[in-house]
């Protein structure tokens, strides 16, 4: 899970607004303090429910780029991401990231995949 201040660059990278910044309080990364100091820095705009689910869906590249940084993505991480990807709703995001191979793929392969579907190419 991201730190506070992780989540606060990354915000800023993925250009949250305040539903995207509201996700974060609902997952449990930030509280609703960190949340207005995080929005009040960043000048995030209002969240609508036109942008609900492209915020939940750069909320979801934030933990995998969380998880690249802070952990082994064998252990720990992929039943996070999993999780993560079930609440945000992008489970389908997940499920191609993994590309079906599920527990057999190993750490290595599973930050690769991970790497390449974060590239700007890959990255829709």
């Known amino acids: 899970m991201p730190t506070p201040a992780e989540f606060a660059f990354f915000a800023r990278t993925y250009r949250l607004d305040t539903v995207g910044i509201q996700q974060a309080v609902v997952l449990g990364w930030i509280t609703e303090d960190q949340a207005a100091e995080i929005a009040g820095e960043l000048d995030a705009v209002p969240g609508s429910a036109e942008t609900e689910d492209a915020q939940r869906y ?55 995949n991970i790497q390449e579907w974060l590239a700007p190419a890959g990255t829709p």
């Open 58 to 112: 750069r909320v979801f590249k934030i933990a995998l780029e969380s998880a690249l940084h802070t952990w082994d993505t064998a252990g720990g991480a992929r039943g996070w991401l999993t999780e993560t990807a079930v609440a945000l709703g992008h489970v389908h995001v997940w499920n191609a990231i993994e590309r079906g191979s599920g527990e057999d793929e190993t750490a290595p392969e599973l930050k690769v």
